[in-house]
């Protein structure tokens, strides 16, 4: 790393700590590192001299693989997710390591590419080093930000998911993990890991106008808006593409070529989410009874990996955040299912019945998180 005339701002970074220097100097582990250029220094938007060492420190682990990770195994996984050596007891008090993600841009030159919104492209990979490989990145990768952060980021694609976790103050939830008591009626106990499935503007105006209308604009709809939501956030678990970290601490690698079952718990006490993983499909499920579901949407994979929620589709997977993971999902979830015939079809008395189980008629009202400046963005 010293010797890469390239490198010289990332390594300076690293011989101002005495912890990272043994950890990069130990022979007897292998590591992979991604290491910025100069460049990519020159670029940062941040200032870090403004860094406290403990930030220094986080950042530099945060580009630190654990093991052999070549440009050979990330271009043919197609994307996915790499383990760092940035533990952080956000993700459980077992402190499991942070997950920086990955995809291959197909669409452009068939680079690598790093990070949320980082865009860090592997120019130069495969650097051997007597315990690991360097690989340059053209870009300084941030640990990943809160759940919240990433949603208020893009607002044109989730403004209608952001208002609703707010007016059903599902927002401060998501904003105060770790250690907050999970607010459901069935699930006890703090949130720490969290797997989010997020649905997109599209995703409500598919609904008939009659629900958005009653879920919005009415008290009643307010706590089925509540309870609609908290089916879409999973308590403890994260479930990445190519790996679960369970609410025991333990981490379940996926196999490549093997679909995995997965019950996932929901804040919705009871209503436990069923995640099929197909890791390194050919872009077709099955649905359970030996038919075939042919996808709607170009997977976002190399080699057409999927993953379903209740039959729902993601369409986008491994947004890594600070607290686990959120997948991007093209309709909303609902306990029960979707039939195809109901797209569009739904109606409010239907949505109601579906969610009866965990609606109390005796309730208190639930007031309208608006005040949100002081929460963690």
């Not at 103050?169 to 797997?195: D, H, V």
């Not at 006490?269 to 038919?291: A, F, I, Y």
């Amino acid at each position: 790393l010293a010797r890469c005339r390239s490198t010289r701002k990332f390594a300076s970074l690293v011989k101002q700590d005495k912890t990272l220097v043994n950890i990069l100097n130990t022979v007897s582990l292998d590591h992979t590192v991604f290491a910025p250029t100069d460049q990519a220094f020159d670029e940062f938007p941040g200032n870090l001299s403004s860094f406290s060492k403990e930030d220094i420190r986080a950042l530099v682990l945060y580009h630190v693989s654990p093991g052999l990770v070549s440009l050979d195994a990330l271009l043919e996984a197609g994307g996915g997710t790499v383990p760092t050596l940035l533990n952080q007891s956000v993700l459980g008090e077992d402190g499991l390591a942070q997950r920086v993600d990955f995809r291959v841009d197909v669409e452009g030159e068939g680079e690598v590419v790093l990070g949320y919104k980082s865009e860090g492209r592997v120019v130069t990979g495969d650097i051997p080093a007597t315990n690991g490989f360097l690989h340059l990145i053209t870009s300084v990768l941030l640990p990943p930000p809160p759940t919240v952060a990433i949603l208020n980021s893009l607002p044109t694609e989730f403004s209608t998911f952001t208002l609703a976790l707010i007016k059903t103050g599902l927002y401060r939830t998501l904003s105060q993990i770790p250690n907050t008591t999970a607010p459901s009626k069935g699930a006890a106990g703090n949130l720490n890991r969290t797997t989010l499935f997020t649905p997109p503007n599209t995703a409500f105006e598919s609904l008939h106008s009659s629900i958005p209308e009653f879920l919005f604009s009415t008290e009643e709809g307010t706590k089925y808006l509540r309870a609609l939501l908290e089916y879409h956030i999973v308590a403890n678990f994260s479930l990445f593409s190519d790996v679960l970290y369970t609410d025991e601490g333990e981490v379940v690698e996926f196999k490549d070529g093997e679909g995995v079952s997965v019950e996932l718990p929901t804040l919705l006490g009871g209503g436990n989410c069923s995640v099929l993983v197909d890791v390194g499909g050919d872009g077709n499920r099955d649905g359970g009874d030996g038919d075939e579901i042919e996808t709607k949407t170009k997977p976002d994979r190399v080699k057409g990996e999927m993953i379903t929620v209740n039959g729902v589709e993601v369409t986008t997977m491994d947004s890594v955040t600070r607290y686990g993971v959120m997948h991007v999902i093209d309709r909303i979830l609902i306990p029960g299912g979707w039939d195809e015939d109901e797209k569009g079809k739904l109606t409010v008395e239907e949505l109601k019945e579906r969610l009866k189980p965990w609606i109390k008629d005796g309730d208190d009202k639930i007031r309208n998180v608006l005040d949100v400046d002081h929460l963690e963005l």
